[in-house]
């Protein structure tokens, strides 16, 4: 069999039935083979969007995202998309040509090391030059890219190896040869017991949630312990929807842009329990000033997260949906009642009272752009797969859509890649072909990516982009407002596309919004559609995202509002 | 405070890059570096000497630990364990210094490994203490050139390093 065909044959194996790519002269022999395969292509229009899909492809399902690229600039365009998964800790496997091996290291037409591009972005990476060794690479990459702390694996295939003829069966499942690769999964059972007492003391005790409770599938887990122990729960931008945001135990985001009583009851808590974080330092700010009166317990998959940022007193090395149940037996055999933490819980409550996400209407009917994010998750009732892209759009949809389940809202959190959302929209869409997948974007994200409207139209993928267009790069601009002396410095969008003909263009549907009371009823016939739309929501120009912690600050720096 | 790591990783192509990459990335400055195969042809062993600066270098043995192909990190105590260096040296010696030169080179017991007319090589191994010793004594009758290999070093007592 030729070893193209075994390259699809692997793929199948491990499940593989959606790859996003972009072909060129180094992966023919692979696409010649996908000509008469099974699985499923999509054609992208840049590399980058591939990568993307991929990504949200994962995020929304839970399984490896594939992507392909060719040799030299096609896979130079997916290094942003890999990059970005790696922060966010997605499970990727792209597969990208080479140029022959005898012309490696020649500066050969289309060359690029992108082994060595991608070493610092990547949780591992092949170059394969002994045919031989390809389906035993392609299952070391699945397994590697999925298990442990997830991330994104290159598999680098110069184009004359995908020509060789090599003996298939797909019955024999090569052995993997990863001597050094062991997760932990189970976590120390002493540390659990530790956890579970400090927890059981605890006065005020928070639990503060990120991406790798989604990334274990651990939500019910999670849901589980918080409920038993009456700990209210805040939770990162890529861990939004790891617990439902309508519980009574909910705080929302925490953060720069994290709501009031989020980042009150972590500044007032003697109990942290961090799962499946990194106390990356949009959440903590000024790091000694972080949960100053609080204890911590982390528990995580990755031992390097451990006392990274903050110095934790119990570490619990493992994965959330073994480690979580195990604390909540510990907890049960204590028999504690939780009722003595009422004050606590009520003092959450009157938080969220006096200090909640106050979005002040415009009095001439503009539309302001957090109204319109409330009004997007009150006509898909909170249930739709939500996309964003990357600045005030993003911090918005983060603050006002409530998400219930994980796997619902895709952000581009630990790199804040703009023209991510609608790539991985089309590709969570790819994911959840059923589901209503929206895209929140801002005018200036939406440009990046924009041409992968061809690849929505293409496959019939119903997207809804809701561009809250200001015109402006709407964060850079309110940084400038209010720490640059208002020098807004090439963040004005004077020429834009006009939005709606530009997705009629691309055979999409397009929508213009300029009064509130018209947003409902657009809303409702876009996402009605079967089509893909770009809705183009014109709001007040000059609004900016609250609550806001200046990077670098405390709690006592946060800007409740809009002055 | 410098450390010792001593990092058995597979040995494959490009396994040098991650790890020399990772201690750049991370903020750290590799002091010196030996690799080379172990008693196994699959496995080498990397000997790493780092400074530690800002952040504890329990930073980069986690981050190292995470690289697919590092099967072991040790972090060798000074006092638990023996270390080495190899130096050459050329030195200028004419018939006036050169038996001064023998002189020093018998207490190192250090071996002269090619002689000429105005120079001799020296070789000699020892600690990096006793190497910079070595060498500052030299250093007066003219240093042409010299090598060190960098540090290695092996756990005292029965166990593997």
């Known amino acids: 069999m030729k070893a193209a065909e075994v390259i699809l044959e692997a793929l199948k194996r491990e499940g593989v039935d959606t790859i996003f790519g972009f072909p060129g002269g180094s992966v023919i022999p692979l696409y010649d083979a996908l000509y008469n395969s099974d699985i499923n292509h999509i054609l992208v229009r840049h590399e980058q969007g591939a990568g993307h899909m991929a990504d949200g492809y994962a995020r929304a399902s839970g399984k490896v995202g594939v992507c392909f690229a060719t040799s030299g600039p096609g896979a130079t365009n997916l290094v942003t998309a890999i990059a970005n998964a790696y922060m966010d800790s997605v499970p990727m496997v792209a597969i990208t040509g080479q140029v022959s091996r005898h012309l490696i290291g020649l500066d050969s037409f289309q060359e690029a090391d992108v082994t060595g591009i991608t070493l610092p972005i990547v949780k591992h990476s092949y170059l394969v030059k002994d045919p031989t060794t390809l389906t035993r690479i392609i299952r070391e990459a699945f397994h590697i890219a999925s298990t442990g702390r997830p991330g994104p694996v290159v598999v680098d295939i110069p184009v004359d190896v995908t020509k060789e003829d090599v003996e298939f069966d797909s019955a024999v499942l090569p052995a993997m040869r990863l001597p050094g690769y062991k997760p932990n999964l189970k976590g120390h059972p002493k540390q659990i017991r530790a956890a579970a007492q400090v927890i059981a003391a605890a006065q005020r005790p928070v639990i503060y949630a990120g991406g790798g409770v989604i990334s274990a599938n651990a939500s019910d887990e999670l849901r589980e312990l918080a409920v038993y122990s009456q700990i209210p729960v805040t939770a990162t931008l890529t861990g939004k929807g790891c617990f439902p945001e309508d519980h009574d135990l909910s705080m929302g985001m925490l953060g720069m842009h994290g709501t009031p009583y989020a980042n009150y009851a972590i500044s007032r808590s003697d109990l942290v329990i961090a799962v499946g974080v990194r106390f990356d330092d949009r959440v903590t700010g000024k790091l000694e000033a972080f949960a100053p009166e609080a204890g911590f317990v982390h528990i995580d998959i990755d031992p390097a997260e451990i006392s990274k940022n903050v110095v934790v007193d119990i570490p619990i090395v493992g994965d959330a949906k073994t480690v979580l149940p195990a604390l909540l037996a510990e907890l049960k055999k204590l028999d504690l009642s939780f009722d003595r933490r009422r004050e606590w819980t009520e003092q959450v409550e009157t938080w969220k009272r006096e200090h909640p996400l106050a979005v002040k209407e415009a009095e001439n009917g503009d539309i302001m752009p957090q109204s319109a994010v409330k009004k997007i998750w009150e006509i898909t009732d909170g249930e739709a797969v939500v996309c964003t892209e990357v600045g005030q759009n993003q911090m918005w949809a983060a603050q006002h859509y409530l998400c219930r389940h994980p796997r619902t809202f895709i952000s581009s959190g630990g790199l804040g890649t703009m023209g991510f959302g609608f790539p991985a929209a089309i590709g969570a869409q790819v994911a959840r072909p059923d589901a209503l997948v929206v895209d929140i974007a801002g005018d200036g994200s939406f440009q990046m990516t924009s041409q992968e409207l061809a690849t929505a139209v293409q496959y019939g993928l119903p997207v809804k982009v809701c561009i809250l267009n200001n015109q402006y790069l709407g964060m850079v601009r309110q940084w400038q407002e209010l720490f640059w002396d208002k020098h807004y410095s090439q963040t004005c969008m004077e020429c834009q596309p006009d939005f709606v003909k530009l997705a009629e263009a691309y055979g999409a549907e397009g929508y213009r919004v300029e009064a509130s009371t018209d947003l409902e009823g657009v809303l409702r016939t876009a996402f009605a559609s079967d089509r893909p739309a770009v809705i183009d929501i014109r709001v007040k120009r000059e609004a900016n995202v609250f609550p806001m912690i200046p990077a670098g600050g405390t709690i006592h720096d946060m800007m409740e509002r809009e002055l | ?161």
Not at chain 2, 124 to 151: I, N, Y
């Open chain 2, 1 to 161: 405070m410098k450390h010792t790591l001593s990092v058995l990783v597979e040995n494959k192509p490009g396994v040098l890059t991650r790890v020399a990459g990772l201690f750049a990335r991370r903020g750290f400055n590799i002091d010196s570096l030996v690799v080379a195969e172990t008693e196994s042809a699959a496995v080498s062993r990397m000997t790493i000497t780092v400074e530690e600066q800002d952040q504890p270098v329990e930073q980069v043995t986690k981050q190292l630990h995470k690289l697919i192909n590092v099967l072991k990190i040790t972090d060798l105590d000074p006092s638990g364990s023996v270390e080495r260096e190899l130096l050459l040296i050329k030195v200028k010696a004419d018939a006036e210094s050169r038996s001064a030169i023998m002189q020093i080179v018998e207490i190192f017991r250090a071996k002269i490994v090619d002689v000429s007319a105005e120079v001799l090589i020296v070789e000699m191994t020892g600690t990096r203490e006793k190497v910079s010793a070595f060498m500052e004594l030299l250093t007066p009758f003219g240093v042409v050139e010299l090598m060190r290999t960098g540090r290695i070093a092996m756990s005292r007592g029965k166990r593997a390093t």
